[in-house]
């Protein structure tokens, strides 16, 4: 959280730039001669005026990557957290895992080199400078989808990937029953399931990227490298209501639940944790006008965005998809730390809240949010209804820590096309949940009760997930879950832009053709006088909402 | 119908969770989707492989002449494509296409299968979910096929026998197009199945009527026609690959074994029994 302001005075200006609550102009409100605001929606930018009197919440600049990461990185090896360095808790002849997240970290796909190829060239040299051969190299996937190989030669590096692909490097697999290993119960009698490889090791190394305070911790081994029979002690509907947020870990029985899980595991699996941490240059180059207040934007700035929407806007779906998906962000490292999960952990937190959080005054009768074209779930994919509502309700409804941004009761106004549409391969099973169980029930307890199982077992998307590209059967009723504080905590939910009203129906939404008339829908409920808070993205953004 | 049923193996794997009483079956195309071969593949097989060299020679001279007819007909109607076909193959012996579909079967079937295909048939089977074969190849054929993989019922094209020797002309109902979709629906109404509640697997354009009379379809390794209507439609898609090693599996002979008993007491029952 933010210190107190006679804090903030004492602290120099160097120090100053990147403390939370240093900065004012990140909170501001619109007047009669504000300019108008950039709103993600899916594969566009809308370009909208907003209520007079609207708040806006900007996120903070991005703070100053490390000068040399390579450098930074190995001065991590060498100084874990509670832990000997890597080095000295190597032999010969032992048996190395290195877990590594997947696909959906970070958003979108950053620059190479990623992170994780430069994590990789110094573990890998360590491990080979003593002795050590028996490596393997698993994406942490869990339940979602397959890198392709081309996805994971770009993550891991050409180095690492001509050395270990594919007989040494490849994709977790939660459905390989032989290659799974039952570690325990936990007190609250949740089953702990691990990649066998990963619980038959002598050391188990985590390479973990952090983009939001959600990511990394006990949760990366003990989600990343565990099947359904782990994952749905908490990944359903009561311990995610009792998440509040999921940004907050503090304060998530989701974490709660992992963690208990990671501590169990930590007790028969040699685990070194390294954790890093990425600014918010999530756009640079010709697109950095995208993280600027608008009121700010020079003419140059208006002319690139016009460009931009106007490029996005006359091109085929197919070719605009292609385009944003592959488009790398310039994330800049600002921290790496290794040794014990926890210790590393907490001092990668203290550095993403840092970066992310701003200070913000009481909670919002209205609260409007752009979903953008790219979620964890569908890199180089389609942004499917059931994702658009777990990216709304889901993820930026929690990007806050303390109180929700809009009060109980409230009405969230979501900017998405909302088309029902779906990728046959990498989302097949999310087409029958959207298109049979949803037609059934929206109710998340309901859903659990009588879909999940089914899904989760069903040998076609079971096979799908094993051999093709697909999120797991289970997949979608998780992206159904995660939305559920929201739908518990918000009165009404209002799709903005909305291109087929029936998706909207379908998800328990109302429809609006423009931001305006959600706007009017949601004020003629609340009143004129309602307040109205808008969550600028990009980048990303957690609100400590006093 | 063009249905043979082996044996009714019952039942004993009850499907927990919604649908726990309810039957439900998977209905799988063959050539493109179970394995990696084409029904052309079979036929200039059958057709090298019969009588006297002289023999081969003419019906592999017939067979050619048909060429740019069966190339117009694939372009057109897989129902035409079937029927040209099979022309070839009259005046053949009924014991000799049988003995042909076991060694066409054991010897090159068999090791085109795609092994996750097979995988998959046996995943949704421990699931609850009968297997059957819909599919436009000669039942000569696909009985031993259906014998290896222990599957009951199947529905394949019948070729018209005369004194013994094939007319070159099928059956009704063709195994192509719609008539599969037909045949689906008989199939799941004498059997008390609901369609909604069943899978299809199918690789062709041809196949879509079928796949979409299904409550789960999903298009293997579609064609480019089939993709954009398994896109439009919202179909899964399913890629199996070849299978890396092609030696047949050392227990088809097991197989047939297993099997042998369960065939003899129930070929040639028509209709969906």
Sequence with gaps: MARPEGKLKELKTAELRNEIGARSDLVVRVNRRSERRIIPYGEEFLFEKLPVGTRVIYPPPPMDPLADPDQAIRYALLHPENQDPLFAQLSPNMRVTIAIDDISLPLPQMRRPDIRERLLNQVLQTLADYGVDDVHLVIATSLHRRMTEAEIRRVVGERAFKQYWPDRLYNFDAENRAELAMLGKTEHGEEVWLSRRAAESDLLIYLNINLVPMDGGHKSVAVGLAPYQSLRHHHNVGTLRDSHSYMDPTRSALHRSSDRMGKLIHKSVRIFQIETAVNTRMYGGMLDFLHKNEDHFSDWDRTRLKGFQWTLRNMSSEMRRTMLHNYAAPYGMIGVWSGDTEAVHQKALARVFQQYAVPVKGQADILIVGVPYVCPYNVNSIMNPVLVQCTGLGYLFNMYRNKPLVREGGTMIICHPLRDEFHPEHHPSYIEFFHRCLAETTDAVELEKTFEREFARNPTYIHMYRYGNAYHGVHPFYMWYWGEPARQHVGRVIAAGCEEPEVAARLGWEAADTLDEAIAMATSELGRSASITYLHLPPLVIADVE | ?273
């Excluded at chain 2, 009968?130 to 009985?143: C, H, K, M, N, Y």
């Excluded at chain 2, 879509?208 to 089939?226: E, I, K, M, S, Y």
């Design chain 2, 1 to 273: 119908m063009s249905v043979y049923t082996h044996k009714k193996t019952s039942n004993g794997h009850a499907h927990k969770g919604l649908k726990a009483n309810k039957r439900r079956a998977a209905f799988y195309d063959l050539d493109g989707t179970l394995v990696d071969l084409n029904l052309v593949h079979a036929a200039v097989f059958t057709l090298a492989n019969v009588g006297e060299w002289t023999g081969r020679v003419s019906y592999l001279i017939g067979f050619a002449a048909r060429i740019p007819r069966l190339y117009i007909a694939e372009q057109r109607d897989r129902r035409l494509l079937n029927t040209v076909l099979f022309e070839a193959f009259k005046g053949l012996s009924r014991d000799r296409l049988f003995s042909l579909g076991e060694e066409y079967c054991e010897r090159i079937l068999v090791s085109h299968l795609y092994p996750r295909a097979v995988e998959l048939i046996e995943a949704n089977r421990e699931a609850g979910i009968e297997p059957v074969l819909v599919t436009g190849s000669p039942d000569f054929i696909v009985a031993p096929l259906a014998r290896h993989l222990g599957i009951s019922d199947f529905a394949a094209n019948r070729f018209v026998f005369s004194r013994g020797r094939a007319t070159g002309r099928l059956a009704e109902p063709v195994m192509a197009g719609d008539d599969k979709a037909v045949w689906c629906a008989d199939y799941a109404a004498a059997h008390d199945i609901d369609l909604a509640d069943c899978w299809g697997y199918a690789d062709s354009h041809y196949d879509t009527a079928f796949l979409a009379a299904l409550g789960h379809p999903v298009a293997v390794n579609p064609d480019r026609r089939l993709r954009a209507a398994a896109l439009s439609r919202q179909w899964p898609v399913l890629h199996f690959e070849k299978a890396v090693d092609s030696a047949p599996p050392d227990d088809f002979d097991n197989h047939r074994e297993l099997n042998h008993d369960a065939e003899q007491s129930t070929r040639g029952t028509n209709g969906a029994a």
